[in-house]
Every structure is written in structure tokens, then in C-alpha cells.
């Protein structure tokens, strides 16, 4: 895998993802910086805070936040984390953090094979 910039992670997908759970007002979380984010969720069972899309956005000139959507698969909790701060040095812990929860995504669309 080539390095990763802010630019590549900072991709305009086609449809927006709901930043608040429509069921609950409790649900979201924030963080001021992806240091906090992964020191909470690093070693997290992913079968019960599955991963399954980010969006990377541009806040003012140089600066990036980062959205982390979450289901928690066993009691059905859509978990939209807020993330303030996040800088070109957190990319390759990002890029790990991801890594089993996209193998996770791909075994649950079995038998396809992506």
C-alpha cells in the first residue's frame, strides 16, 4: 500500500452518512484528537464496535476532522464519533486500526469475494 496523505483519506463520497443516531441523543461520542479515539477503541472487540465507514474533512486552511461511524453489532447501536483533530502523523496508526475491520466487513458479505 502506497503512503497515505490527508488529501487521499479526504475522499468525497457519494452519499453522506447520518453524523447523530436517529434513536438516540446519547450515542455519538467526541474526541478532540485521534489520540484519544484510538487509545478508547485500539483493542475494542470489533463483533461489538464494528467499524464500517470514515470521512475525512477539511476544516479551515490545513486543519482535518475526522468522522468514524461505528455499529455496535450485538445490541444495534449506530455510533457516530466526531474526531476534532487529526494530522498526517496519525494516518498510519489510522490505516492499522482499519485493517481488521475490513477484513471483518469482508467476511460478513460472504460467500462474495472482494
Known amino acids: 500500500m502506497k503512503n497515505l496523505t490527508l488529501k487521499d483519506l479526504a475522499v468525497k463520497h457519494d452519499y453522506y452518512c447520518s453524523d447523530s443516531n436517529y434513536y438516540s441523543n446519547d450515542a455519538s461520542l467526541i474526541y478532540d484528537s485521534f489520540q484519544l479515539f484510538y487509545n478508547e477503541f485500539k483493542d475494542a472487540d470489533i463483533d461489538m464496535n464494528l467499524i464500517f465507514r470514515w470521512d475525512l474533512q477539511k476544516k479551515g486552511d490545513s486543519d482535518y476532522y475526522l468522522e468514524v461511524f ?11 464519533i466526531h474526531i476534532a483533530n487529526f494530522n498526517e502523523g496519525n494516518i498510519p496508526v489510522f490505516v492499522e486500526l482499519l485493517k481488521p475491520h475490513i477484513e471483518k466487513l469482508k467476511s460478513i458479505w460472504k460467500p462474495f469475494e472482494f
Open 70 to 80: 461505528m455499529i455496535q453489532q450485538r445490541k444495534g447501536i449506530f455510533t457516530p
